[in-house]
Nanobody, 125 residues
Framework: QVQLVESGGGLVQPGGSLRLSCVAS????????MGWYRQTPGTQRELVAG???????KYRASVKGRFTISRDNAKNTMYLQMNSLKPEDTAVYYC???????????????????WGQGTQVTVSS
């Protein structure tokens, strides 16, 4: 069973930066399509950024130009560099992995079945 472990969340002032990390267990990380999602109380989990198995990124409009997603297959790790943080970025951030061999689900906006436990990001002065 693949496990995903996030880290890097915390409290930061508006305009500050954080870098989230997601480490995956096992030997198949490079074949996964990956994503970062976030959720606030009473709302649905939403995609923040995704990166396919070839390393191509995608972002939701509200974070473009501020967030950068990346992956290091040698370290089984995905990152989310978050700059110019705003109070509305406050949420629990989740790592997601889609191990399915077809990428059609990923490109259609579907999440995979593998989730981390989440890490809290709070942007407040």
């Amino acid at each position: 069973q693949v496990q995903l472990v996030e880290s890097g969340g915390g409290l930061v002032q508006p305009g500050g930066s954080l870098r989230l990390s997601c480490v995956a267990s096992g030997n198949s990380f490079s074949s996964y399509n990956m994503g970062w999602y976030r959720q606030t109380p009473g709302t649905q989990r939403e995609l923040v950024a995704g990166i396919d198995r070839r390393g191509n990124p995608k972002y939701r409009a509200s974070v473009k130009g501020r967030f950068t997603i990346s992956r290091d297959n040698a370290k089984n790790t995905m990152y989310l560099q978050m700059n110019s943080l705003k109070p509305e970025d406050t949420a629990v951030y989740y790592c997601n992995a889609d191990p399915r061999s077809s990428s059609s689900y990923y490109y259609a906006g579907e999440s995979g079945d593998l989730w981390g436990q989440g890490t809290q990001v709070t942007v407040s002065s």
